[in-house]
């Protein structure tokens, strides 16, 4: 890797991660996000701040863990809640940003594909504006399957570890698990079984203690995914939305070489058949491995597609895999031949020019994300003004001290507002007072069993949300 390449690589990471922190000043980041934020509050603070008391788990006195939630994110985020403080979100996405693009070099030499490249497919606007700020985790597993497909390809066993910290990044990563069985040897897919096993069983045992089913973590996580179905439509679309970035980029490189080649080597079809090297660019074994990750990824998307709004980031082994491919494909046909300047300069020139091409799409992304009032939830972020209007109105109405319910309960304990889900409900939680956005009733919320207070101090209405106070309704400290 020359000095240019490293200076490629060190702008692109820079301009990613100015891209990240621009958007997250101005909006914050997801729902998703924000609840793994809390998780790794309650571990490093010791003490109660439980998302949804439908799944928290209670682990001594008092310390609250949401079980829905895969563990590796709230427990690396508990560790830079401890030594970053405040600073903790900004300097956790810096991190994230940071090990995709090792990830991607690492993986690089694995593959024996130009590191440049695979980090200029890999850092794209749909990493930005779907694995990093709206949960984190995707970023993450994708990262650690990365790093996992190189070892696969090299015949290490160590892909075990890989794939198991991914699968406790994002569940949905457990879907490369058959792909440890091409590490080669029996002795070596045993052994690395063995390693995935050892990374999971921890978290399996802490399932088993607390809830009394080793897998119930795991089940959540799929009946949060599974509680709507859009369709064989809707899924192909998605499907299309999460691979058009590195299709994009296969099209622009192949139409420009062929450009190329069409003016200059017309006459000499035996050079440009030579250059693809048919035969062995389909039996190359990374070329094979990739893509039955592709095709397993694909299976994995579709197992947990949920809803037009999650389902673009829940793709992510999908976009991992096809940009893999991609960029073993652009590597190993031998393009070069096809362009004006012969194949020695041309083959150092087609990393500059995915990298040039990247660069263009991803400042165009992240203008329009800075001048359309892009919102990665779909309705509010953690730094949406709407939220501290509504930590206003609780100080306004003179219950600020008092536990509520909130339909936005993660991101009100956020602004800590100790807040319980409307999906919780019990005699103590139908008397607080409610919270609701998007203009929902408190009728719709405890079974209806929330009557509320006669008169005008009934509800305090907003714009953007609305304070129901019950009939009965008392204020829990």
């Known amino acids: 890797m020359n ?33 793994h934020y809390l998780n790794g509050r309650s571990v490093a603070e010791g003490f109660g701040h439980a998302i949804n008391p439908a799944h928290a788990l209670s682990v001594g006195k008092n310390f609250y863990f949401d079980g829905v939630w895969e563990p590796l994110p709230s427990l690396l985020l508990a560790a830079f809640i401890l030594f970053a403080g405040n600073l903790a979100l900004p300097a956790y996405l810096l991190f994230l940003m ?8 690492a993986t ?36 650690f399957s990365m790093l996992a497909m190189g070892l696969i390809v090299a015949k290490r066993s160590e892909a075990g570890i890989l794939v198991g910290l991914a699968g406790l990044s994002k569940y949905v990563g ?24 050892l990374v999971t069983l921890p978290w399996l045992a802490v399932n088993w203690a607390i809830f009394g089913d080793p897998l119930q973590s795991y089940f959540l996580q799929l009946a949060e995914t599974q509680q709507q179905s859009l369709g064989l439509g809707a899924f192909a679309n998605m499907l299309g939305l999460v691979l058009w970035y590195p299709i994009v980029i296969l099209a622009m490189v192949l139409a420009v070489a062929a450009c190329f080649w069409a003016a200059h080597r017309l006459n000499d079809g035996k050079k440009l058949r030579r250059s693809i090297r048919t035969h062995e660019f389909i039996a190359e074994r990374g070329i094979t491995i990739l893509f039955v990750s592709l095709l397993l990824s694909i299976a994995g998307f579709a197992f947990s597609f949920d809803n037009a709004q999650g389902a673009i980031r829940l793709g992510f082994l999908v976009y991992l895999s096809a940009s893999m491919l991609v960029a073993v494909v652009l590597d190993r046909s031998r393009i070069g031949n096809m362009m004006l300047f012969g194949k020695r300069a041309s083959e150092k020139a087609m990393p500059y020019a995915v990298f040039g091409t990247s660069m263009v799409l991803m400042i165009a992304t992240c203008f329009n ?31 600020s001290g008092c536990s509520i319910v909130s339909n936005a309960w993660p991101y009100m304990d956020y602004y800590n507002v100790t807040t319980y889900s409307p999906y919780y409900c019990n005699s103590t939680v139908a008397r607080m007072p409610f919270l609701l956005f998007y203009n929902i009733s408190a009728q719709d919320y405890c079974g209806g069993s929330v009557s509320l207070m006669p008169g005008t101090y009934a509800q305090f209405k907003y714009p953007a949300f609305s304070i129901y106070l019950p009939a009965n309704y008392m204020c829990v400290k």
Not at 6 to 29: D, H, M, W
């Open 3 to 35: 000095v240019y390449k490293a200076l490629g690589g060190i702008i692109l990471f820079t301009i990613s991660s100015v891209a990240i922190l621009g958007v997250y000043r101005t909006n914050g980041v997801g729902w998703d996000f924000i609840s």
């Open 98 to 105: 940071a090990m995709l693009f090792l990830a991607a070099y």
């Open 108 to 143: 690089a030499k694995s593959l024996n594909v130009d590191p440049l490249m695979l980090s200029s497919i890999m850092a794209s606007p749909y990493v930005i504006s779907y694995t990093v700020l709206y949960n984190g985790n995707e970023i993450l597993a994708a990262s």
């Open 174 to 197: 457990l879907a490369l698990l058959p792909m440890l069985l091409f590490v080669g040897k029996r002795r070596s897919t045993v052994r690395s079984l063995c390693m995935f096993a």
């Open 369 to 399: 994300l800075a001048h359309s009032g892009f919102n990665l939830h779909g309705s509010v972020d953690s730094k949406n003004p709407v939220l501290s209007d509504a930590v206003s109105a609780l100080k306004s109405t003179g219950i």
